[in-house]
């Protein structure tokens, strides 16, 4: 389903907007249930269950690197053709129910385009 590289079209970080010269800096690749985003020096790594059932449907991660290195963090994830959003609460906390990262809601929200 989400299998492939992908480009960041838009997001936020704990409510602030990433500027459109910083979006050409992530990039995301998914091999099977594994992840890696890369941004500027920094990279992410590690893996991922989807739940399709739920509506919207459910993704729980843990990463083997990065800023939530040995975390499991919980999110939502809207799938639109080549393009999908995804919205993760910060560690610890509750899976969000909204794409938003206003008053604290989440900590990440993302819109990501499959590259050609």
């Given amino acids: 389903m989400l ?8 997001g936020e970080l704990e409510g602030v907007e990433i500027s459109r010269e910083d979006l050409p800096k992530y ?9 890696r985003v890369t941004w500027a020096n920094s990279v992410l790594e590690g893996t991922h269950t989807i739940d399709e059932s739920q509506s919207p449907m459910t993704i729980d991660s843990t990463d083997s690197s990065g800023l939530f290195k040995g975390m499991r963090i919980e999110g939502i994830l809207e799938l639109d053709g080549d393009e999908f959003s995804i919205c993760f609460a910060a560690p610890g906390e509750s899976r ?9 809601k989440a900590v990440v929200l993302h819109r990501w385009k499959r590259q050609a």
Avoid: A, Y
């Fill in 3 to 10: 299998q492939g590289k992908w480009t960041l079209v838009s």
């Fill in 96 to 104: 969000p129910t909204d794409f938003t990262t206003l008053n604290r």
């Fill in 27 to 35: 990039r995301l690749e998914i091999t099977d249930n594994r992840h």
